[in-house]
């Protein structure tokens, strides 16, 4: 046995105090800051004239901004040892729900309330189906989703609800700008801050890391695996139910058709932000840089004018080559 | 017919066969005896082709054989019944019967051939009552060593290693066990057979090899009168000292765990005792006695009737959440799987235990907990003394210290250690014993269960030893020895 203990002090000067921006040079964020210089640096060459506007930039982020909020959730559950399927549908559902007459009727705030206690609460049930009625993640948020959207569509009866002129307040979020950026973008880093104190400075964070890592052990020492698992699906949740107040300002409709197969775009970004499926292992930063390499690309494209068939192709590629450098990054680092 | 000589398995740390030889002649029970860690388990692997043997040669009727793959062990004619049973649950008898050899043509299975084949066999091994479509995982445990036993006779073994086959079974089912091997034996077909149980070896056996430490320290021993003393004393007599630190010089504190009329179904029966503060009480026993099952009990992890207390307090049962927050802690015996978070920190693994102590309404104060971290780290001597390295790159003595270091923190009254130097070497042992023994001095209890029987005596106060559920004898540790604790399990006479 090559004894790693035996290793000392070279290994020990190894360890560096980390600077103020340790996050960005660390060697599982560097590739994807590379790789997102490397296609501003396409956009660039290829549309000097278009891509370096402000309004151009402007709009990749609030076009991040929804999927952005609802990867926060997903990257806790995928570090929790979980997945969550039934994001876009629960995000589809949370804005009819806020946009029907009925809600309307009560103003802006209330809508927004709405919006997040349904997301929370088809979260929860979630929750309780895995955690506790022990259903494997796939199958209970699977089965969400379509019921999820299906419900979406009875309440909407399948048409798209209009936000009335009075309840305007919603849409402001992205008409208003504040230093030339909508408020919904601000909304995005705030969401992205909180998870990331939530990830890293709590013991909710410690608590996900190691019931995804190895639940028995956590289990063991005492953690309750059970009311944490059913916590991870309800934040889940509680982001989708903020997307969707996101989604409502930016189309000011609500719609069962709104995140369509956002789940599988969530998941892409968070396995390309280092996230490992298996659990126990990932970042909240890593997944934001997935998730804007993601939509740089879409917006490269768009730019260029390139066929969107061949845009899902290079984000399959992308997906692909991304896992498999993290692969090698990790056997390089095993002892 | 079987005729191995010098062999030798080096793995990663332990030299687990260290010049092994055996001798088994056609149509005979040879039966290999040794206590855990003797290199048995890994003896057979090197027979059923899973590990290659560094050193030494195989010769079987007259030729050198070397069993590269099970799939060759299996062309010679080895067959292997393992002590956990390799069945696939989810496929029906004859499937795994035919497992690897399936009746089939040009890929497409032959279901009739193969259920009727399965038939006969099983008749033959007195079970026709098993249904061939019958699937395995509804099985009873031995219906399902019949099974198993039939996949090693359908291969047309002449060879077949059998690893503690009456574990899971009940005592008329071993009967039918030993009537089995006899009509095997009679055939010519050679059969080891391993278990701890001298009575059965006495009863089947015709000769015995005993193994200690990884080499053979007796060939051929007859089975039915070579004296109890004789075989236990050669599975005994050890070369590596073990030094265990001195017992506390004050008398133990106050009850802190009492256990009450504790049963399992199957595990273990109406077991009480207790632990007091500062003492360390240790379970013997052989795997399978119920040992780490009535651990599991203590702490919560398995339902059991009877009643847990805690200084005092009476535990509600299945509830390791509950039990936790009373101050009790559990090393566990698979530590990587059972305890560490591997890919994170010495310092998380820590503070797992305790998270809440290290929080303000749920905020980490993150300096408090590496401060507390790496006092422990100084304190155990966990080396490298970093605590922010991951803890996979630990040897395995510095991650039980890590555990260890675990239950440290918010005050625990009780720990539970279950083969607390599993996988971890000689020399880092010591240090470990050292640990232990300065948790029960700090006035925490200790509960301990190891298959080696020096280290329970050497490091406990008091001992309870445990023979297939039941305890048969509790009392000073300085009372006993190596040998009469063997004595006891083997032949289930308490002394």
């Given amino acids: ?335 | 017919m079987l005729v191995m000589r010098g062999i030798v398995k080096q793995f990663p740390g332990v030299r687990a066969l260290d010049g092994v030889d055996l001798d088994v002649s056609a149509g005979e029970v040879h039966c290999l005896l040794g206590q855990n860690g003797a290199g048995k388990s890994t003896l057979i692997k090197v027979l059923a082709g899973v590990h290659q043997p560094d050193q030494g040669t195989i010769e079987f009727n007259g030729a050198q054989v070397r069993a590269g793959s099970p799939i060759d062990a299996i062309r010679l004619g080895f067959a292997t019944i393992y002590q956990e049973l390799d069945l696939v649950d989810g496929l029906s008898v004859a499937e795994n019967i035919f497992l690897g050899h399936e009746h089939a043509r040009a890929g497409f299975v032959n279901r009739g051939a193969a259920n009727r084949a399965a038939a006969a066999v099983l008749a033959r091994l007195g079970h026709p009552e098993i249904r061939p479509k019958a699937e395995v995982g509804r099985l009873a445990p031995a219906a399902k060593q019949v099974v198993s036993m039939a996949r090693a006779l359908s291969h047309e073994a002449r060879l077949i290693i059998m690893d503690e086959p009456s574990a899971a079974l009940a005592h008329d089912e071993v009967a039918n066990l030993f009537r089995i091997i006899r009509e095997l034996t009679a055939q010519g077909v050679a059969v080891v057979y391993i278990s701890h149980r001298l009575e059965e070896i006495r009863e089947i056996g015709d000769r015995v090899t005993v193994l200690k430490d990884g080499r053979t320290v007796a060939v051929g021993l007859p089975a039915r009168d070579t004296p109890t003393t004789e075989i236990v004393s050669l599975m005994t007599g050890r070369n590596v000292e073990y030094v265990f630190p001195p017992r506390a010089a004050e008398p133990p504190g106050e009850e802190v765990l009492r256990v009450e009329g504790l049963g399992s179904p199957g595990a273990f029966a109406d077991v009480s005792f207790s632990v007091r503060a500062g003492e360390i009480v240790g379970l013997a026993g052989l795997v399978g006695s119920g040992r780490s099952e009535i651990l599991e009990a203590v702490y919560g992890a398995r339902r059991a009737s009877g009643r847990v207390l805690l200084s005092g307090k009476t535990l509600r049962r299945g509830d390791v959440v509950g039990t936790v927050r009373q101050g009790m802690g559990l090393a566990p015996e698979e530590r990587k799987a059972q305890a560490l978070l591997l890919d994170q920190s010495v310092t998380a693994n820590i503070t797992l235990g305790s998270l809440p102590e290290f929080a303000t309404f749920g905020w980490m104060d993150r300096a408090r907990e590496k401060a507390e971290a790496r006092r422990l780290v100084e304190a155990l001597d966990i080396r490298p003394p970093d605590p922010e390295r991951p803890i996979k790159t630990l040897s395995g003595g510095n991650q039980q210290k890590a555990v260890l270091a675990r239950w440290l923190l918010g005050g625990r009254k009780l720990l539970l250690l279950d083969e607390p130097t599993r996988g971890v070497d000689v020399g880092a042992r010591a240090e470990l014993y050292a640990v232990i023994r300065g948790l029960a001095d700090q006035g925490i209890g200790v509960l301990l269960v190891s298959s080696e029987v020096p280290e329970v005596l050497g490091l406990s106060d008091r001992v309870l030893v445990l023979r297939e559920g039941t305890v048969i004898h509790q009392g000073d540790a300085q009372e006993l020895d190596e040998h009469r604790v063997l004595d006891m399990i083997m032949d289930g006479r308490a002394a």
């Fill in chain 1, 1 to 335: 046995m090559s004894n790693p203990a035996e290793a000392g002090p070279q290994n020990r000067l190894a360890v560096r105090a980390p600077g103020p921006l340790a996050w960005l040079g660390e060697a599982r964020h560097l590739g994807l800051v590379v790789a997102l210089v490397l296609l501003a640096i396409v956009g660039l060459v290829t549309k000097p004239e278009n891509f370096a506007t402000t309004s151009n930039l402007v709009s990749i982020l609030s076009l991040a901004a929804t999927i952005g909020v609802i990867t926060v959730g997903a990257t806790f559950v995928i570090i929790g040892g979980g997945i969550d399927l039934s994001v876009g549908a629960t995000m589809a559902l949370a804005s009819v729900w806020a946009t029907t007459l009925a809600t309307q009727a009560y103003g802006p705030a209330v809508m927004a309330v709405c919006a997040i206690l349904v997301g929370t609460g088809t979260g929860l049930v979630n929750g309780l189906l895995i955690a506790y009625g022990r259903l494997v993640p796939f199958i209970a948020t699977l089965a969400m989703l379509v019921a999820a959207r299906g419900l979406a569509q009875r309440m909407s009866d399948r048409k798209t609800q209009i936000i009335q002129s009075d309840n305007g307040a919603i849409v402001d979020l992205s008409t208003t700008r504040l230093l030339g950026v909508p408020l919904l973008v601000y909304i995005f880093a705030l969401v992205v801050v909180l998870g990331w104190i939530l990830l890293n400075r709590t013991t909710f964070g410690r608590r996900t890391y190691a019931v995804g890592g190895n639940p028995e052990a956590a289990r063991l020492a005492g953690i309750n695996v059970r009311r944490h698992t059913m916590l991870l699906y309800a934040l889940s949740g509680l982001c989708c139910g903020i997307a969707a107040i996101l989604i409502m300002a930016r189309t000011t409709t609500g719609s069962s058709t709104h995140g369509d197969l956002y789940e599988l775009d969530a998941i892409a970004a968070v396995i390309i932000g280092g996230t490992l499926l298996t659990g126990g292992r990932g970042t909240i930063i890593g997944s934001i840089l997935g998730l804007l390499i993601f939509t740089l690309i879409t917006n490269l494209f768009i730019l260029n004018g390139l066929n969107t068939s061949d845009q899902l192709i290079a984000k399959g590629l992308i997906i692909v080559v991304a896992v498999l450098l993290q692969r090698r990054n990790l056997k390089e680092r095993a002892p």
